[in-house]
């Protein structure tokens, strides 16, 4: 049999005009090499949008896609992501199902307490199909722990896991922060496990499971992305083949990185290494990703003339440019030791260390400090499903008044 694997399209997850396509154009290209090689099935890993609600015109783009599929008789198989849910529990693939253009396989039911799967049998190859969903915060671990894997280990023929989870054997250093779940928890004996929602790419046979694969994003979704992987892609599995892993590549854009290190360097002296950099190079239809860090010997960052540079790549025909500083500090800088701990804590630090700082007639340091928690967290409620943008700001500013007594 012959199938694709991929996952992370985070359709709508760029906002910069020249980049907000890149996504949906991955998506096209995925399906039409899938489409060109005839498959017999897609897996699809989660996270399709990078929204629950997407956009129409976003949505409208995924629809002629997988209707492009189900007119060559190939099954889309898939599962929700972690960016896939709202609030309420909905999803947007819920409506490609009902429209016949998609097959969620996470299909059963809670007997006696325990989580039982069933399979979703694909009729041209026989392979059996389940999988578990992915939720923010490795909220699906209660599934995973409530679900009963006898019958899914027992089961016969070639079985495939979908899941949107990240392993904590196999996750990457980088990636260490990132919630994660023990390989223990995915039941054994599977001959394909299609991972999704850690973006690298990766796969390994692992003893006593079988094949696990991460494809990685269909594109990278921001600057560290591009730096890092430059490109995404996909997987292709024929299981005829020896080799029956192929890794593809899709690249809309060539990459160009540069990191450089800044320390004991002035202003001019960083701007003429640039240059230095991309003189005489043929960016076009390049991605360029600028990192810069260290210290300077003299000035401040700002003093770079970033507009020449940009300037001079745009000459080189660069399609895009994007550029990191945060790490790159003046002469001038003092380096700020905040504690580590969780959001809330820190922000209760920095809180407490600045209050009454500022003298407001009749407002106490207590008082400040309770109006200050209570601004902060107004302003960082999102706006509810279904609400309007004037029903949300409404409520918002009404919030806001409550606080400051208006």
Known sequence: MRFAHLADVHIGSWRDPKLKSASTDAFIKAIDECLSRAVDFVLFSGDLFNTAMPPVDLLKIVVGKLKSLKDASIPFYLIAGSHDFAASGK??????????????????GVEENKLILRFSV??????????????KGMLERSYYESLDKTNLEDETGFKIFMFHTALSEFKPKE???????????????????????????????????????????????????IEDLGHGGLYFIDTEKDEWLEYFPLELYASFKIKLDCAGMNPNQVEDELLSLVNGKDLSNHIVTMRLVGRLSSGKPSDIDFNMIHSTLDSAGAYFVMRNTTKLTGEDFEEVKV?????????????????????????????????????????????????????YEKRLKEEIDRILKL
């Open 91 to 108: 999803t947007m693939l819920d409506v490609l199902e009902e429209a016949g253009l998609a097959v969620n396989v996470v299909k059963g």
């Open 122 to 135: 694909d009729e041209k190859t026989g392979a059996k199909i389940t999988g578990m969903i992915g939720k």
């Open 175 to 225: 990636l260490e922060q990132m919630d994660a779940a023990p390989l223990s928890l995915l039941p054994k004996c599977f001959d394909y496990y299609a991972g999704g929602h850690v973006h690298y790419i990766f796969d390994k046979n692992e003893e006593g499971y079988g094949r696990i694969v991460y494809p990685g994003p269909l594109f990278p979704c921001n600057f560290k992305e």
């Open 339 to 391: 504690e580590q701990g969780s959001v809330d804590e820190v922000e209760g630090k920095l809180i407490r260390e600045h209050v009454g700082q500022v003298s407001v007639e009749n407002l106490t340091p207590e008082d400040e400090r309770i109006m200050t928690e209570g601004m902060m967290g107004a302003l960082s409620q999102e706006k509810r499903e279904g609400e309007t943008k004037t029903d």
